[in-house]
């Protein structure tokens, strides 16, 4: 039984990167970049990309996919700043997968967007083995979850192209410390682009924009 349950996994996996490949190759056709946003409950994904979507909308045309176990509040969060965002529920499951992506880019005009941000439901661990077909993977981590997060979920960050360490105007009110959250994340992956944001504030922002644009 216990071979079994390993197979069966192995497959689902080998199924989702299959359909990974296939919604990446959709999204090159149309030339819009994706981005996988993915962090704990609270972490401060949906204000990020609330943020990016007024930066750059003069500029780039936005859409979202955003991803929850139940309702569509951060969908509707979206609409509100005027683009198209498609609520993906996922029920019991933890995260996203490629086939959930599929369909939904499906229903969107991909020739009318340039940027494409997947929010994925709110985890440090299931997230890390599906992917989705994005071209970067973000992982946002709020000082609120404690600077010893990191180190106690290192997959994720290992497979990930940023880090964003967020809520830094609060760390002192929680007695975090933003630069060994860096540190961590570096330490597990040398190659993750780090960096500190404040929503509130606005620090380290126009970094967060920066690496949208690649």
Known sequence: MH???????????????ELAFENRNLLDQY?????????????GKTLLIEHAIDHFKDRFTCAVLAGDVIARFDAERFERKGVRAVPLNTGKECHLDAHMVGHAIETLDLKSIDFLFIENVGNLVCPADFVLGEHTRIVVVSVTEGDDTIAKHPMIFRISDAVIINKIDIAGFVDADPEK??????????????????????????????????
């Open 181 to 214: 959250m860096l540190i961590d994340a570096r330490n597990i992956n040398p190659k993750i682009q780090a960096m500190k944001t404040s929503c509130k504030t606005g620090e380290g922002l126009d970094m967060w924009y920066t690496l949208l644009e690649g």
């Open 31 to 43: 030339h819009v970049k994706a981005f996988n946003i993915m962090g704990a409950i609270g972490s």
């Open 3 to 17: 071979f079994t349950e390993v197979t069966v996994g192995t497959d689902l996996i080998q199924k989702n990167e």
